[in-house]
């Protein structure tokens, strides 16, 4: 049955009151993304590499190879709700993955290739990941956690042949090697909209990393905002990219999985470390129509001098999150990419793209994120009534939780972290905010010392815990301090142990302790070592002293 979300009404307004979740009985977003459509033979991945190698899959191609990789998981006793790992960059193995995962009805996991031992081996033993299939530049960091993950029984690695074929509990294969000879013919599993699908790991201001999860139709609840933010061209002959990494909810959520609920092509790259230059080569090569680009990439693209003259463009729309745009952005936007419109968007892990932009509808204003979404019902709220706060007063953003499919079902194993966020029928995002009388949003701060760089969100007491290990470090504060290119940057304030004292030795190692052990964003990229921290007269750090 080929069903798609849509907007429907000539005014913002109208499609506001007409909105309504019609979501087929039986719903699988595996159906949804690759098997529905009638002219499967069309291109749903264009797949390019650095170098130079270039693969086009059709969305039948998709349907069929991930059909053969559900064949796979249930040989190796993948059952219903068992969580799937994928430490997968922009490659073809990545989307297999997670659509193979729904369609045997299991629970896929995304994880950044960007984590060190810490953070891959929590997350892997926290989930009870069964499963895991990683990219040959993981290896080194899987087999250094896998014996430390109990229910780990397999490991599949992307692209390489490893010299092991145990390690830990997990049997060792090539993801090739598990694939090649499955029949591509697979009968799906019994889900519905409300079925589990997708666990999302997300930083949390204190403590371990919130676990959040989602249900098959969460893809379908990006899908209004999608069409709004890319001004309603979601078909035709629209091409979408994005540089952000695989394993989040901005890349998955904002662009690659609604465009293919629309039957269009996605553009896949493993760049790695983000470079502008390449950014507009891929652009131009694949025709891309719409990407989804952080606001720290876009002022990376703002250093490319003579663009136009240099690439032929044919980017008509560009959506971008994660932290305010600037008026600097908006300018370049309009004077170098004439005729492309940015509009910026707002969401979380938990409830993504809530409120955004159309300039087909209304007007964006300067310093704001936008309009809320149909579908959605969002009000800034009294966090403490419940209550909508009067237009130009602060509040806390909520979201109705009702039938909306993008909300989260819950934090996973943690009914009370899921009640700390519910009021009544309200879920309360933690980010403050103000709504003007024309319905617009601005965003004001968090609630909390969560830190925002270049896109990635970064609690600050996980960075702590990892620079005190260090035996030269008695105390250390974390903070985020303004930086033009990527919004905020990580600062570490330190003091070392009696008898040490700070050095750019000392500097270098905790960076790199940071690097190995959490991820490659959060090392604090400025150390100032002082005698003592401030605190209050209970001892805690005095954060507000430390920028």
Not at 93 to 120: E, I, Q, Y
Not at 217 to 244: K, L, Q
Not at 298 to 304: A, C, D, E, G, Q
Request: some cysteine; aromatic content about 8%.
């Amino acid at each position: 049955m080929t069903w798609h979300v849509s907007l429907e009404g000539d005014s913002y307004e109208a499609a506001r009151q007409s909105f309504e979740w019609d979501v087929p009985t039986g719903f699988n977003a595996a159906t949804d993304l690759v098997g529905k459509h009638p002219d499967g033979d069309l291109p749903a991945l264009f797949q390019a590499y650095p170098d130079g190698r270039r693969e086009t899959y059709s969305f039948d191609e998709l349907d069929r190879r991930s059909d053969a990789v559900a064949n796979a998981l249930e040989s190796m006793g993948v059952d219903r709700g068992d969580r799937v790992a994928v430490v997968v960059p922009q490659k073809p193995a990545n989307v297999l993955t997670h659509l193979a995962s729904w369609k045997r009805g299991a629970v896929s996991l995304p994880l950044s290739v960007l984590f060190g031992d810490d953070a891959l081996g929590y997350r892997l033993r926290d989930s009870d990941a069964r499963v895991a299939v990683v990219d040959a530049a993981q290896w080194d960091t899987i087999r250094a956690v896998a014996s430390d993950c109990p229910a780990l029984e397999h490991v599949l690695v992307v692209d390489a042949d490893p010299e092991a074929r145990r390690i830990g509990n997990a049997t060792v294969r090539t993801f090739e090697a598990a694939v090649d000879g499955r029949s591509s013919e697979y009968d799906i599993a019994e889900t519905d909209v409300d079925t589990p699908a997708i666990i999302m790991y997300t930083s949390g201001s204190t403590g371990d990393p919130k676990v959040v999860l989602h249900t098959h139709g969460v893809w379908i609840g990006h899908c209004p905002a999608f069409s709004m933010y890319f001004e309603r061209n979601v078909r035709g002959d629209s091409v979408y990219w994005t540089p952000a990494d695989w394993a989040w909810i901005g890349a998955l959520g904002d662009l690659v999985f609604p465009a293919w609920h629309y039957g269009r092509p996605v553009v896949g790259y493993p760049m790695g470390s983000f470079d502008p230059e390449t950014a507009f080569e891929i652009a131009a090569e694949f025709d891309v129509t719409n990407a989804f680009v952080p606001p720290t990439a876009i002022r990376m693209l703002m250093t490319v001098a003579e663009l136009t003259e240099r690439y032929d463009l044919s980017l008509a729309a560009i959506c971008s999150g994660g932290e305010p745009l600037t008026t600097e952005i908006l300018e370049w936007a309009d004077e170098e990419l004439a005729g492309t419109v940015v509009n910026e968007l707002y969401g979380q892990t938990e409830a993504n793209l809530l409120v955004t932009n159309c300039r087909e509808w209304f007007p964006a204003m300067p310093g704001s994120m936008g309009k809320p979404v149909p579908g959605h019902d969002v009000a800034v709220v009294d966090p403490d009534e419940g209550e909508p706060v009067d237009p130009g007063e602060v509040g806390e953003i909520a979201v109705r939780r009702g039938d909306d499919p993008v909300l989260f079902e819950a934090y996973w194993n943690a009914p009370e972290k899921t009640a700390e966020v519910t009021l009544g029928e309200w879920h309360l995002t933690g980010d403050l905010a103000k709504r003007d009388e024309e319905g617009y949003v601005r965003f004001v701060s968090r609630d909390d010392d969560l830190i925002v760089t270049s896109g990635y969100r970064v609690a600050p007491r996980e960075v702590e815990e990892t620079i005190l290990e260090h035996d030269a470090v008695e105390q250390v504060g974390v903070v985020g301090v303004p930086d033009d290119t990527r919004g905020e940057i990580i600062k570490a304030v330190v003091q070392p142990v009696a008898g040490e004292t700070g050095s750019d030795e000392l500097r270098t190692t905790i960076r790199d302790r940071v690097r190995e052990r959490l991820a490659a964003y959060e090392y604090p990229r400025e150390i100032e070592f002082v005698d003592e921290l401030p605190t209050t007269a209970t001892g805690k750090i005095r954060r507000t002293e430390l920028g």
